[in-house]
């Protein structure tokens, strides 16, 4: 998944995505409320992690303005008010949860996890496909109950492919979400991973999940390819 994290500083910015990107995440990072407009205008997030306390605009201010831009990426406010006042102003102004500096990194990625959830293919813990189980608190990833290894990244991938069974992602789409800003797209690094995900979760058994639909990009489904 793919996080937007709005945090002017930077010891702490540099903490949050450290930390989220060694649990898998594409991370991109905004300074200031200005620079976090700019960004939902040019790519798409599944999460926002928005402090309160930023230059230009504030995120009380920011939130609004991107629900009126009709964005509905699920938005999680860091603060270090702990007023209930100032928790209800957070949530009013359109954010989906709140969390109070500071915080341990466990319970924010833990809440991150559960905004996500929100979304209709992902309620619970578990992502399935046919006998393929993704439970997204362990991370582990199991096929007719024989637990599979991924790297960070192969996970990251997976949980992507999971979270939109039998539609086809080209690999622009997965580079968004999946890889940051910085991503190359022109490499092959895309199709290496799904190479190492189908030598995984596919090569030992009989049904073949992770589908190649050419000249599009890639979908897992239990269906038959045409």
Avoid: C
Wanted: zero cysteines.
């Amino acid at each position: 998944m793919r996080v937007l994290v709005v945090e002017d500083e930077r010891r702490i910015a540099d903490f949050i995505s450290r930390g989220l990107s060694e649990q898998g995440y594409a991370v991109d990072v905004a300074y200031d409320g200005d620079e976090a407009l700019q960004w939902a205008d040019v790519a798409e997030f599944d999460v926002i992690v928005l402090d309160v306390m930023l230059p230009i605009r504030d995120g009380v201010e920011v939130t609004p303005i991107f629900r009126t831009r009709g964005l509905k990426t699920p938005i999680l406010m860091l603060t270090a008010r702990d007023a209930v006042e100032d928790r209800v102003r957070g949530l009013d102004s359109g954010a989906d949860d709140y969390l109070v500096k500071p915080f341990a990194f466990a319970e924010l990625v833990a809440r991150l996890r559960a905004l996500t959830r929100r979304e209709p293919a992902a309620v619970g813990t578990a992502l399935q496909v046919s006998d393929l189980i993704v439970d997204t608190t362990t991370r582990e990833v199991s096929r007719q109950g024989t637990l599979i290894g991924l790297t960070s990244k192969e996970y990251a991938l997976l949980e992507y492919l999971m979270r939109h069974p039998n539609q086809v992602l080209t690999r622009t789409m997965i580079a968004e979400h999946v890889w940051n800003y910085d991503f190359d797209n022109a490499t092959n690094v895309i199709d290496v991973h799904i190479r190492n995900l189908r030598r995984k979760i596919d090569d030992p058994f009989a049904t073949k999940l992770i589908q190649t639909v050419r000249g599009a990009g890639y979908r897992i489904s239990a269906r038959q390819s045409v």
